[in-house]
């Protein structure tokens, strides 16, 4: 009777980063410098993976498939956070908030799913490279990226989504985050949250630990291969290229297992906002930069490209002359 008496929430206001306040526009400008660089370079990858027949490999296509995740990953959070900071308006309706949940939680865990396999894929390629044709064909690679995107968008996420919003909100509409995240949602429930806090640690664990624990070890296979490497110039520069991924992955990792997987009580409010930042920021940001100007092919389909546009209008106005 008690939560038949109170008010439903309609909509939720993302308090996002109000003790920032004096420097609203300077944050605007950096996010929105941020999501246009890792929008285009992503964009950008999926698009030279697409059309350039040299990038039609196991490798590229879990990059491609990589890419197009982060794209659609940074439009989900990007947009509704710079129209926050441009226009002040932080309210947001309360379908709209489960939907940017759902998509987020879908494609973080879509995402570990893909880093492991492209790890494991770069394992095959390095360690194993007389066996890697044979065992990462297209069936294979096709069955990986299947498996990464259905894990992630029908397994895990539905199901904290759908017991989330089968609780009653009816206290304070005010979350104190810059998107609608699983903890500060709880936060605004009058129901019994302590099933889906004790739920969503054991999804986390599922989806963070494994994936992350054979990551970890194909590096370790993978570093192990690269030390062998007679050329010093060869190993530094494999090594390098190797470290800043592990290094991206190893945040997106730490800060996931920070904001779902430590007590609430135990992690302050701001620690989770920062960690959050991390994972959402970081990989959709450095992953065109660690896969293009590290990348040789990449680089070379990207100079074709621009040289396929340049050269196409003088062909053309040659002829219509």
């Known amino acids: 009777m008690m939560l038949e008496n109170q008010t439903k929430i309609a909509e939720f206001i993302l308090q996002g980063f109000q003790e920032f306040y004096d420097v609203q526009t300077l944050l605007f400008l950096t996010f929105l410098v941020i999501y246009i660089v890792a929008l285009i370079g992503n964009t950008l990858i999926v698009a030279l993976v697409v059309f350039d027949q040299h990038l039609h490999t196991p490798m590229y296509f879990f990059l491609g498939n990589l890419s197009f995740l982060e794209a659609c990953y940074s439009s989900n959070i990007f947009p509704r956070m710079l129209s926050a900071l441009l226009t002040g308006n932080r309210t947001i309706s309360f379908s709209r908030c489960f939907m940017q949940w759902y998509f987020c939680s879908s494609l973080v865990a879509t995402e570990c799913c893909l880093l492991c396999v492209m790890s494991y894929d770069r394992y095959l390629a390095i ?36 017991m989330l919003h089968k609780l009653n909100f009816c206290g304070s509409n005010e979350i104190n985050h810059y998107f609608c995240d699983y903890f500060p949602l709880l936060k605004t429930a009058c129901s019994d949250t302590s099933l889906l806090e004790i739920m969503s640690f054991i999804v986390a664990a599922i989806i963070t630990l494994p994936t992350s624990f054979l990551t970890l070890v194909s590096y370790i296979y993978i570093i192990a291969a690269i030390l062998k490497i007679s050329s010093t110039t060869g190993r530094r520069k494999a090594f390098s290229t190797c470290s800043s991924h592990l290094v991206v992955v190893s945040i997106f990792y730490v800060s996931l ?26 990989p959709p940001l450095a992953n065109p930069f660690i896969y293009t100007l590290r990348n040789k092919e990449v680089k070379q389909a990207l100079i074709n490209t621009i040289k396929g546009f340049l050269i196409f209008p003088t062909i053309s106005k040659y002829y219509n002359n």
Not at 130 to 158: E, K, P
Not at 258 to 279: C, G, H, N, T, W
Request: charged share 10%; aromatic share 12%.
């Open 127 to 162: 360690c194993k490279p007389l066996h890697y044709l044979t065992i990462m064909n297209f069936q294979a690679c096709f069955q990986l990226v299947a498996a990464s995107w259905i894990s992630g968008l029908a397994v895990f996420s539905i199901l904290l989504t759908l």
């Open 257 to 282: 297992m920070i904001v779902y997987m430590l007590p609430s009580a135990e992690v302050k409010r701001d620690m989770q906002k920062f960690s959050s930042l991390l994972y959402i920021v970081l």
